[in-house]
T-cell receptor
Framework: DGGITQSPKYLFRKEGQNVTLSCEQN?????MYWYRQDPGQGLRLIYY???????QKGDIAEGYSVSREKKESFPLTVTSAQKNPTAFYLC???????????FGQGTRLTVV | AQRVTQPEKLLSVFKGAPVELKCNYS??????LFWYVQYSRQRLQLLLR??SRESIKGFTADLNKGETSFHLKKPFAQEEDSAMYYC????????????FGTGTLLAVQP
């Protein structure tokens, strides 16, 4: 069953701890993206990757880090430097810039 | 810089009324424009893209390069159209990225 999977669905962490969100796709897509979705602010791009072993900062990369060691995986780490980490995080992938982007179901991160 | 603007946070119409969701963009190159939709408790999914020039679920969108707009239209709204709609832009540079507007919530009243 092809698709893009994010895990876990809900995540709770204490302030000051780093946390890693998983994103896996078996669609053989080159491009992968991480977004943050906050009420009234739409989807804001955190990081994106057009190919394995390469990634670029999006509009709100501060306090986040990523890796792209495998084509199918694009994990996002929310570091303690992120000032307001509580949010809904969405991962997406696409074949290329003209193609449809497929989205995961999202991870809701709560930092207490 | 790439930018997508959706001026309306909420658009409320009655069933059968025409719908127009506005989208304006800022980009110096040749962008690809998309509309995505998120129904309640479902994943964000593609509704249509300008390169396909197609009509999906009665919706159409025309790219107007002069006005840098990509408004989404439907002549007769249905209750099942109620959802969150996002306009998106993909750039054509070496490090092109896919960015979204802030979204418009469409509420179709019976």
């Amino acid at each position: 069953d092809g698709g893009i999977t994010q895990s876990p669905k809900y995540l709770f962490r204490k302030e000051g701890q780093n946390v890693t969100l998983s994103c896996e796709q078996n669609l053989n897509h080159d491009a992968m993206y991480w977004y943050r979705q906050d009420p009234g602010q739409g989807l804001r791009l955190i990081y994106y990757s057009q190919i394995v072993n390469d990634f670029q900062k999006g509009d709100i990369a501060e306090g986040y880090s990523v890796s792209r060691e495998k084509k199918e995986s694009f994990p996002l780490t929310v570091t303690s430097a992120q000032k307001n980490p509580t949010a809904f995080y969405l991962c997406a992938s696409s074949i290329d810039r003209e193609a449809e982007a497929f989205f995961g179901q999202g991870t809701r991160l709560t930092v207490v | 810089a790439q930018r997508v603007t959706q001026p309306e946070k909420l658009l409320s119409v009655f069933k059968g009324a025409p719908v127009e969701l506005k989208c304006n963009y800022s980009y110096s190159g040749s962008p690809e424009l998309f509309w995505y939709v998120q129904y309640s408790r479902q994943r964000l999914q593609l509704l249509l893209r300008h390169i396909s020039r197609e009509s999906i679920k009665g919706f159409t969108a025309d790219l107007n390069k002069g006005e840098t707009s990509f408004h989404l239209k439907k002549p007769f709204a249905q209750e099942e159209d109620s959802a969150m709609y996002y306009c998106a832009l993909s750039g054509d540079g070496a490090t092109n990225k896919l960015i979204f507007g802030t979204g418009t919530l469409l509420a179709v009243q019976p």
